[in-house]
């Protein structure tokens, strides 16, 4: 299984950018999906979920700003980022919960990161 996100790069404060993330391989269902992001020096930290019933969770400090919306014909997650401020950014990480057979529980998977810069 691998998770490959796209759509990072350098903005102004008050911008837009939008991220993707498509799961591909040996997948039997995707559970969740969505993103975490870890800026220098910090832990990482989640930004947004969204369930396979569609149930989405934000960050506190994204909430209203950020948009997570699922295609799960295509197995992908995006993240619509709007009004960023220089303290989002981060390595943005792709995250997935899901199983790869029915008679295996489903377990968490990890894209390579894709850095968003925001300058004030």
């Known amino acids: 299984v691998q998770l490959q996100a796209s759509g990072g790069g350098l903005v102004q404060a008050g911008r837009s950018l939008r991220l993707s993330c498509v799961a591909s391989g040996n997948i039997f269902e995707i559970n969740a999906m969505g993103w975490y992001r870890q800026a220098p020096g910090r832990e990482r930290e989640l930004v947004a979920l969204?369930?396979?019933?569609?149930?989405?969770t934000y960050k506190d400090s994204v909430e209203g700003r950020f948009t997570s919306s699922r295609d799960n014909a295509k197995n992908t997650v995006y993240l619509r980022m709007d009004s960023l401020k220089s303290e989002d950014t981060a390595v943005y990480y792709c995250?997935?919960?899901?199983?790869?057979?029915?008679?295996?529980?489903?377990?968490?998977?990890w894209g390579q990161g894709t850095l968003v810069t925001v300058s004030s």
């Open positions: 969204i369930s396979n019933t569609d149930d989405k």
């Open positions: 995250y997935a919960l899901l199983q790869v057979s029915n008679r295996l529980p489903a377990r968490s998977y």
